[in-house]
């Protein structure tokens, strides 16, 4: 914020509050466990959900483990064999979670990730089986069959103003590492009631509490829940192991 402008700097320091707690549910969403695991880049925390991760790597969870799929893609170079190899197992994590033409689901995989999918798709052409259509915002969206492709996103700015992303392009090949390798993976989660679904009891509250001591500082209190729930043992499924250039 330029130090000159004008604002509530209790309304602007809220903001930057919930700024933060947005960045950390969506890596959460992917990556949060309640243990340790070597070479894993984010801190376990368990006053918090588990990741649609672990859910698949620990059997605790009761996931379909065999819907964490190894791919036999090498991704390096661009062509029209490599994408339809890619674009086949793809279409495997629908069969995987129940919906083959991709109902209800969202594909998530890195932006480098994305990009490269995207010129694999130019190469194939108009029978590549992608389409773009327009959300509520008029916002453009990838499709895939019937399923949204997005990117996972990325972390909260450091100090250094450096975002790591949330899946990254340097997994080992066997998916347990977030860094070493030169691989990386895409996730299939199919969204509803009956499958995956995010649950939030009420919106967010935000309590103005009284001056501290020292006159300036003011305490705040912000509280809300929210949580995961997956009535179906296989909601989610992914591919990983698959071989870029990172």
Partial sequence: MDENAYTNALDYQVDMFWKAVAYEMNDAFFNNTHRVIAGRAR???????????????????????????????VYTTINAANANALLQEIANLFFAVGAPEGDGCVLYCSEHMLTQLDAGIRILGAGGGFDMTRDAYGRSVTVYKNAKVRTAGRKAPT?????????????????????GGTATSIYCVRYGVDSAFAWQMAPPMVQADAWLDNGVTRAVTCEGGLGLNFPSTLAIARLYGIGVNP
């Fill in 43 to 73: 801190t376990a925390n368990q006053d918090c959900f588990v990741g649609i991760r672990e859910r698949l790597d620990n059997t605790q969870y009761q996931m379909a483990t065999a819907n964490k799929v190894l791919s036999t893609t």
């Fill in 159 to 179: 100090a250094a103003n450096t975002q790591a992303q949330v899946i990254t392009m340097t997994e080992s090949m066997n998916g347990n590492a977030d860094t």
